[in-house]
């Protein structure tokens, strides 16, 4: 079985970035494939790596509050591209009130601020590793 | 001290044979080694002879080199640190009333935010900032929001610290004409532009243009301070966010002095005298939740940056060897559960500034990391201040903490390890060097992720967090941006650019082009331009084209 790939990205402006790298490293020490995009990129940008790496995850890590703007679209994005199996999930600064609705526009999951790493990667084992 | 050193180890011995092994072994200790939250060992016992100081060498007295007590004499029993609360958010009204409602609750400087399109160069109406006009500060996109941000408020009377780093100039430029327009001169000015890329290359990433270039608007600023606006602090060399990011507490000191060193080359190298420009140098530090070693921090930075500043640089004037700075309490030490005990690791924080001598300081507010503070959150974390002030005590006598062995100790570890930073940067050619080759990046990334894995091992515990957890209901009444900013911002944008005088921009833009693609100073152009009424995007874009942007190597 090929290792699980995930692409880490910064949607947006915001330079952020500890958690991000935080996490992209807890996925490698956890036995994932690990593609980071850098800072600053649009919706489109994501798809278009997701597409070329050919990622099975897109963890979106953001804190500039745009989420509601930008994860709904960075999904749009991986749709019209015919990703419509990628799992995508998204960690940062994210109200409560917010969540329902990202879960709605196809975030699988928000872990917010607090949350362990090994927390994400057990939602991702399950989901795409299923026993 | 009348006991000699080594008499003190005898002593010391002596005593751990018949008193405290005896104790250890029927009361082990809670853990077989103590470290502080940066990592560094920490001992049962410290004494004389643990400390190596020269007091009229190393400590001295306040408002004296090497500075180790503090920058002023009396410090704050003349006058108190400066309230600053940095604010900022939605449109230039709304960031307006919150200014004078802080200004009415006893704050006594005000600290600008800008949202991420206004740091990285972007107007409102970009493509790049869809979603983000307004989020984590204010928009500004001309003269006019600038004008609408400071009105009613003199500009003579207030200081002002402004984070933006890469288009700092720009904003600068504002300011000085916003103080034009209310008849104030730039020469009364006073505040602060934080003006430190470097950190953002390193640690925070809004960056807009190569490190040259960046470095070129940094001294022209520099250098037109020095003879314009002789109050403003043209730098604050930033350790917070480098902290922030995941750095120890030494490497933040390291780090954070390797690019003021940065910066003081740049100046030299452009012709300026040390003593021209040094004294307008300010600093920007964190303060976390270990308190001791937050106060020997603020010590140990003071006191290397003097002896660089002396030694290395052969600056005379005083006032280039004083290290002043801002606080601002560790917005990574806050949690999102039981968030109301923020309130008390605020304290914490905020009390290791006082107590270590900072000139100004932001304390956070509960609610942040959970969404932008409300004014009630915010109040909470002025009145906090206000408390330290008026009822604690601390700012009655000057560094109430020198003399115990333990922070006498940490002081001396901390400039120790700082220094050692500093050295290993200079081999690699200096700070730029170093961040190019992203040294600093992987050891920031390597603090952090370790600091992580203790937090996930529950070798570190973090109240609420990995312990004593409970069930919560989220909390409410948080503050939202209201989506409808980004609309009232452009349309405010279409209305400034269909009522000014074209020709008057496309003249100042181009002056703007011919002395970016030259050597002369930038500001001059700038403040030209902003006064026309450009946009802060099209003047970044004319500097985009001659400079190019910075392209960062990433790697985790």
Known sequence: MRRIRVLVAKPGLDGHDRGAK???????????????????????????????????????????????????????????????????????????????????AGIAEVFTPGTPTQAAIDFINQRLRPA | MPESRDAIAAAQERWHKEVAAPSLARFPERQAEFTTNSGLSVQRLYTPADVEVDYLRDLGFPGEYPYTRGVQPTMYRGRLWTMRQYAGYGTAEETNARFRYLLENGQSGLSVAFDLPTQIGY?????????????????????????????????????????????????????????????????????????????????????????????????????????????????????????????????EVGFTLANGIAYVQAALAAG??????????????????????????????????????????????????????????????????QPMNNIVRVTLQAFAAVCGGTQSLHTNSWDEALALPTEESVRVALRTQQIIAYESGAANTVDPLAGSYYVEHLTGEIERQAAAYIAKIDEMGGAVKAIERGYVQREIQEAAYQYQRQVESGERIIVGLNKFQMEEVPPENLLTVDPAVQEAQRRRLAEVKARRDQAAVDRALAALRTAAQGTANLMPPILDAVRAYATLQEICDVLRAVFGEYRPTEEV
Not at chain 1, 67 to 85: F, K, S
């Open chain 2, 272 to 337: 300026l005298k040390v003593d021209e420009f040094a004294p307008q140098l300010s600093f920007f530090f964190n303060a976390h939740n270990d308190f001791f070693e937050e106060v020997a921090k603020f010590r140990a930075a003071r006191r290397l940056w003097a002896r660089i500043m002396r030694e290395r640089f052969q600056a005379r004037d005083p006032r280039s060897w004083m290290l002043r700075f801002h606080t601002q309490t560790g917005g990574s030490t806050l949690t999102a559960q």
């Open chain 2, 123 to 251: 107007d409102s109406d970009s493509a790049l900032a869809e979603g983000e006009v307004g989020k984590v500060g204010v928009a500004i996109d001309t003269l006019a929001d600038m004008e609408t941000l400071f009105a009613g408020i003199p500009l003579d009377r207030v200081s002002t610290s402004m984070t933006i780093n890469a288009p700092a100039a720009v904003l600068l430029a504002m300011y000085i004409a916003v103080a034009e327009k209310q008849g104030v001169s730039p020469a009364r000015l006073s505040g602060t532009i934080q003006n430190d890329i470097l950190k953002e290359y390193a640690a925070r990433g809004t960056y807009i243009f190569p490190p040259e270039p960046s470095m070129r608007l940094i001294t022209d600023i520099f250098a037109y301070c020095a003879r314009e606006v002789p109050r403003w602090n043209t730098i604050s060399i930033s350790g917070y966010h480098i902290r922030e990011a995941g750095s120890t507490a030494a490497q």
């Open chain 1, 22 to 104: 935080v996490i992209a490293r807890a996925f490698r020490d956890a036995g994932f494939e690990v593609i980071y995009t850098g800072l600053r990129q649009t919706p489109d940008q994501i798809a278009e790596a997701a597409l070329q790496e050919d990622v099975d995850v897109v963890a979106l890590s953001i804190l500039s509050g745009a989420h509601n703007t930008l994860l709904p679209r960075t999904v749009e994005a991986l749709r019209a591209r015919g990703l419509h199996d990628v799992l995508v999930v998204a960690g940062g600064i994210i109200p409560a009130r917010d969540i329902p609705g990202l879960k709605a």
